[in-house]
């Protein structure tokens, strides 16, 4: 038998049969079916809210479904500052997640520490968990967070290593505790 007589010839299918690439159709269903974590900080947590609401209703990429455990949540939207006592509680609720899961952070406190920069507020969430989406804003209204939803649903889809994404998540992790910390960083003095 030739070559030539295994070769794919897509015209040789029956209608009504398509074809697609498992990593693509893996990351369709998962990109459909996105469950946030009941989960808000401060202030951001009122915008997050409003996002379920009919007027913004982001059921129609399902992802109504709020969990009220994170053991069936794989989107943790970090909506608001997280101060030092909470990061081991944030990190908790993270853990406790089941792969893959994905994270925005959402608003420029929890994404950089924002206006608070003092010893009470972690200087940005990624210190404690790797972040997919950064959401910027004071607050972000419920138009960005969806926007920031849709560019995750891109990365979901377009993501070449869905079934690795706990290896890439923990070498994200190990890169970001081997970056110096921000309060010790100096920028341009340095
Ligand atoms: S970014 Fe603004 S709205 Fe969000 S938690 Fe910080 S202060 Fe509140």
Known sequence: MTNSEYAFDPEALPSGVMTA???ELAGFLLKTSVWPATFGLA????????????????????????????????????????SQKMAPVVRQVYDQMPEPKWVVSMGVCASS????????????????????????????????????????????????????????????ERAAMAEVPLIESKGLLA
């Open 21 to 23: 690439k498992i990593n």
């Open 43 to 82: 202030c951001c947590a009122i915008e997050m809210m409003v996002t379920v609401s009919p007027d913004n209703d982001i059921a129609r990429f399902g992802m109504e479904r709020f969990c009220a455990t994170p053991r069936q949540a794989d989107l943790m939207i970090v909506a608001g500052r997280v």
């Open 113 to 172: 520490g924002g206006m608070f920069n003092n010893y009470a507020i972690v200087q940005g969430v990624d210190h404690i968990v790797p972040v997919d989406v950064y959401l910027p804003g004071c607050p972000p209204r419920p138009q960005m967070l969806i926007n920031a939803f849709l560019k995750l649903h891109e990365q979901i889809q377009k993501s070449p290593h869905i079934f690795d994404r706990k290896a890439i998540a923990r070498e994200v």
